[in-house]
């Protein structure tokens, strides 16, 4: 299936106008078609939906900051970057809330025109840094992530955090096949036998 580069006005407005006021769009115009031309920039962003998932995230809102480098190809804009900001998310062991620092890099290439090679493309001068972070962010997440790498988890009878309670134990359950001689022996602790004195007996 071909797919067309051509998008009807309103659409192209649409996203131009979204290029234009969205915090991860940088202006690249002065780089077009001048392949060896180079420029580095700084962007402190706020972080929107979607950058997490089901355990752990970015939370919606908080701040991160990328650093830039633009390069200047035939083909296109590529971009290099360097992500730092902190996850929330809770400890698949033992349940408690973590915090863990996000520091990943990414590179992609933007192309000038439309081309299946290619994953994104300049639009109206404009890179849209959106999506490429929000696919680096995701993917360098843990799938299980942890307080610490000994955490031990909750004790499976009461719950309690094992970390906070070193020498936690309870008492072995009674297997049951000796639960029937156990309750013999308190039967007989409870049965007191008189002795008999067999010479009174005779007397009498």
């Not at 804009?77 to 973590?98: F, H, M, P, Q, W």
């Amino acid at each position: 299936m071909v797919r067309s580069a051509i998008r009807p006005r309103s659409v192209e407005s649409s996203l131009v106008s979204h290029l234009i006021q969205s915090p991860y769009t940088v202006a690249v115009y002065d780089l077009m078609h001048r392949p060896g031309e180079m420029r580095e920039k700084d962007l402190d962003v706020v972080v929107p939906e979607g950058f997490g998932n089901a355990v752990i995230g970015v939370a919606t809102g908080s701040q991160m900051h990328i650093d830039v480098r633009l390069e200047s190809l035939h083909d296109g804009i590529l971009v290099s970057g360097k992500i730092r900001a902190t996850a929330d998310g809770e400890c698949v062991r033992c349940l408690i809330e973590v915090q863990l620092p996000v520091r990943v890099e990414f590179q992609e290439l933007f192309a000038y025109s439309f081309d299946e090679a290619f994953d994104y493309t300049v639009h109206d001068d404009h890179v849209d840094l959106e999506p490429v972070v929000r696919d680096a962010v995701v993917l360098s997440l843990p799938f299980q992530p942890v307080c610490q790498e000994d955490c031990l988890g909750l004790c499976p009878e009461c719950g309690v955090r094992l970390l906070d309670n070193p020498g936690h134990e309870h008492e072995a359950p009674v297997d049951p096949r000796w639960a029937a001689l156990a309750g013999l022996d308190n039967l007989n602790d409870t049965i007191t036998t008189d002795p008999v004195d067999f010479d009174t007996e005779e007397k009498s």
